[in-house]
C-alpha cells in the first residue's frame, strides 16, 4: 500500500466547496492517532483482534476519496452534460445485448420482486457498465479516510463499521474488498448497509455475493427498489413538451413546500395528475396529449425551462433513493426505456 508522508489536497478546489476539508498539511500522526481509538471502539463492538489487525492496521489516509466526495459529477454538471456521456451507444447496445443474454434470470428475479427487468438492467449499466467497473479502491481504506473527515463523519464511520461486520459474516474476502472512492461495493455499488439490509442470496450458495454472481447481483438491485416502495404497474416518468408559456407555467406550479426526502425534489413542482398537466398545455414529445389516467405527477426541468422537462411519478423517488441526484434518476428513467 502506497504510503503518504503527508495528507495535501488543493486549498483552492475545497474552499471554494464552501465545506470542512484536511487542512494542506494534515499530518498523518492525526490520522493514526484517531485510528488506534477506532480500534477500540471497534473491539467494544464485538469485532474480533484478528479482524481489526488485518483490516485497520498500517492503514493510510486516501487522498482521492476526499477529493471525488467534493467534486460528484451527478452535481457538478448540466444534465444534458451528464446523461448524454452516460446514455452512449455502447452503453445502450450492451444493455440489449445483457437484456438477451440475461432474459431468464432477469425475467425470475424481475417477478420475484416485483421490478420490471428493464429497470434492474439499467441500473446496472449505469453504476459499473454491467459489471465490468466496480471499482478497484480499497473500501476500508476509503471508508475510514472519509469517517476521519469532519463533513459526513458519522455517515462514514457506521458504514466504516458496516464493513467490517460484512467481512465477519464472511460474504468477501478482505483482500478482495473492492470498489469505489466512497465505499460502494459489487456490480449494483451497494454502500455497506445497504449490503446488509438488502443484499440477497438469490442462488441459494449460502453467500450474498454482489460482486460476481449475476442472480445476487440483479436480486440485490430488486429488492433495494422494492423495499423502497417500488410499483411494477407503473414506469419511472416521460420527458415532455412545455407550452409556450413555460416560464409562467413553472411559476404557477412552483411549491411553496417541498417534499420531504432527497433534496434532489425540492427542484420539482407541485404534485398534479397527467389530467391537470394537459390542461396546462404539457405534452407528449409528438405533441398529443398525456395518457388519461390518475396518475400523480411532479415536473421538473433540470437545466432551467429552455431545457428538457419532465414529469416523474412514484418510482422516480425510488430511484432517488439509490441515487439522490436529478440527473441521476433521470438518466437511469432514461436507459431504461432504451430496453422497453
Known sequence: M????????????????????????????????????????????????????????????????IKSDRAQPEFKRTFETYSTKRLSEWRVKTGLKKKVEYKELLEKVGKAYGVQPRFILAFWGLETNYGTYTGNNDIIRSLATLAYDKRRATYFRKELFNALTILKEGHIALEDMKGSWSGAMGQGQFMPSSFLQHAQDFDGDGRKDIWNTQADVFASIAKYLKHYGWNDQQTWGRKVQLPENAKALMKQVKVETPEKGCRALRSHSQKLSLQQWNELGVRRLNTKELPDIALPATLTTPDGVDGSAFLTYGNFRTILRYNCANSYALTIGLLSDKFK
Open 2 to 65: 502506497k504510503r503518504f508522508k503527508r495528507f495535501t489536497l488543493s486549498i483552492t478546489a475545497l474552499s471554494l466547496c464552501g465545506l470542512s476539508y484536511f487542512s494542506v498539511a494534515q499530518e498523518e500522526p492525526e490520522f493514526q492517532t484517531w485510528l488506534s481509538a477506532l480500534k477500540i471502539e471497534a473491539k467494544e463492538k464485538g469485532f474480533s483482534d484478528q479482524l481489526i489487525k488485518d483490516a485497520l492496521n498500517d492503514l493510510k489516509p486516501y487522498p482521492k476519496a
